[in-house]
């Protein structure tokens, strides 16, 4: 068991490659992130009435001037991480999307951010040296140890494991065994927030018993499986995006911001290796 | 591939223990968050739709009116850029957790400014903005708690909606009303 995580941990395929693809893949998915957030004059007009339902009128919140400045500059800096993989350009692309989306929940602190995610891999990964590839002026950069590299890919993949296995245990515990009996809440959240297709499964009542059930089962067996390694990882990860598809196509709640990043961080390695034996 | 060089071995082993250690932690912190329900950004606890909802529950709902005409209970998610989930949290907290009428009228004196002069398009969990009827824009809205019932609903109608509450009333103060 010892050596079977001591291979997960520092012996991913090809870690160096993985990295620096998962970090294109990275710099794609934050961009528009940071592109699509709310504009900055959104939060400085709401600016004093989060400071007085706050109970703090000394609150210090960025301007809109500021934090559009911000957002331009986060995303100057992600290419320029994309670009070099250095680790001057990651880590200074991190602190300035920790900073925005901390600007962005000031607005209601107590509620999940539901892309902090996309905060500790940018911070993970832009905390090492990836410019061996995928990178310009590679001779130029001093690329960290792949035992690292392969660390911070497996805790990326574990951090997935851990959603998917902390959405299970919130909605048991908090739920409980009516929450899979029911099948009510998500029957709920596909009639307020569904789409056609969603509009059209609602009507059968049944069904939303077997979603709930099907979705606590994938969200608990994830890390196990990953784990394991068996079945293979691919077909654990195929299974998860499909079930974010299928949210989807039935609800306004994409998720894309995880699951578009499965093609990098679950999907590569098998390839790469297949590509060298080819070779 | 590894790359381990035997000299420095010892700092190695060190320095990745600590790293697997501060992972771990972090790991855990998230899940200790998930065992009490609660958020702290960055740490999260997943803990969305984790409720098992009765068959009828309440709904925040607001309608909109302009000079062409009003639209009538409709959902409060097109009324912020933000994400639907934020948008009905940040309604209560303004409108029923708070009490002091001055932030509720000067919050949707700003809401209703946007929907006139900013409107969205819907992205991700961000719904788009309601539009107005016609050109001169929305000049009012009255936001309610209503009740759902799912043995009676029908989401490509949405309606029946039971109960409507009246929570909040404003009106344009520049607008004649009629």
Known sequence: MFRRLDQFLFH????????????????????????????????????????????????????????????????????????????????TAAAQFARLSQHVTTLHPKLWSYNSHLNVFLAVLGALDTSSDLALGRRAGRPSDPRLQSLAIAFMQLYVGMLYF?????????????????????????ALTGTGLGHRLYERKELFRYISIATVALEVLFLPLLLVGKPDR???????????????????????????????????PERRERGRRAA | MSGSAPGRRGWRSL???????????????????????????????????????????????????????????????????????????????????????????????????????????????VHASHRPLGPAGFHGLDLYAVTLDLDDYDPRTDRPLHQPELLFSYRRPDVPQA
């Open chain 2, 15 to 125: 320095s990745e223990a600590l790293l697997v250690t501060a992972g771990a932690g972090y790991l855990g912190a998230q899940l200790w968050h998930t065992w009490k329900d609660r958020n702290r950004w960055p740490l999260c606890s997943y803990n969305m739709f984790n409720r098992t909802l009765p068959s009828r529950f309440p709904q925040p709902r607001v309608t909109l009116h302009d000079p062409a005409g009003s639209q009538e209970l409709l959902p409060v998610y097109g009324l912020l850029p933000l994400e639907f989930f934020r948008v009905v949290s940040i309604m209560a907290e303004v409108f029923l957790v708070n009490g002091d009428e001055e932030i509720k009228r000067r919050f949707a004196e700003r809401v209703l400014r946007r929907l006139n002069t900013r409107p969205w398009p819907a992205f991700d969990e």
């Open chain 1, 166 to 190: 902390q959405s299970a245990v919130s909605k048991l515990k908090y739920g409980g065994v009516s929450w899979l009996s029911t099948g009510r809440t998500l029957r709920a959240a596909t």
């Open chain 1, 234 to 268: 691919r077909l654990v990860a195929l299974a998860a995006a499909g079930f974010h598809i299928g949210a989807a196509a039935t609800t306004k709640i994409p998720f894309w911001h995880l699951w578009t990043l499965y093609p990098t961080l679950f999907w590569l």
């Open chain 1, 12 to 91: 991913q395929p090809d870690p160096r490659r993985q990295a620096a693809a998962i970090r294109m893949n990275l710099v794609a998915v934050i961009s528009l992130t940071v592109a699509k957030l709310p504009p900055g004059d959104f939060f400085e007009e709401h600016r004093d009435t989060v400071a007085a339902l706050a109970g703090d009128e000394q609150r210090r919140m960025l301007t809109a001037k500021e934090y559009e400045t911000l957002r331009a500059t986060t995303v100057a800096s992600l290419a320029a991480w994309g670009a070099t993989g250095r680790r001057a350009a990651g880590l």
